[in-house]
């Protein structure tokens, strides 16, 4: 059997709703290894993404299979890749893996995230 490419999350670690998201999603027993990145370390590929445009501040990037997914469209991937086996899981999957519901509904993630950097006093990510 061959082995499945790593995926990857950038996400912003100083978000606790982020870091939950990324925590609780099962994906290793449908995609395999999921590499996860905070926004906020060294890593050179964080620079590589947003070089190439992909505000961090507006969403959380997915790639798997060496596709790139921002922001409602990796939520949405997330949600459909997700594993059924936990109740989270269930409910993550049932609301997000329609692309509308996603895309509606990102927005307030954003808004979300924001408020609570705010109020916890924390910044907004810093482009490379």
Request: charged share 25%.
């Amino acid at each position: 059997m061959a082995e499945r490419e790593t995926s990857l999350i950038i996400y912003d670690g100083q978000c606790v709703f982020c870091s939950n998201y990324v925590r609780f999603m099962r994906l290793r027993d449908t995609v395999g290894h999921v590499e996860l990145i905070d926004a906020r370390t060294q890593d050179p590929r964080i620079g590589e993404y947003w070089s190439q445009g992909y505000d961090l501040n507006e969403g959380m990037l997915f790639v798997h299979r060496g596709i790139v997914l921002f922001g409602a469209d990796a939520i949405h991937a997330l949600a459909g890749l997700s594993s059924t086996s936990a109740f989270l899981s269930r409910l993550n999957r049932l609301i997000f893996s329609n692309r509308f519901v996603a895309r509606a509904l990102y927005p307030f993630m954003k808004l979300g995230r924001r408020v609570t950097l705010f109020l916890l006093r924390r910044k907004m990510l810093d482009p490379w």
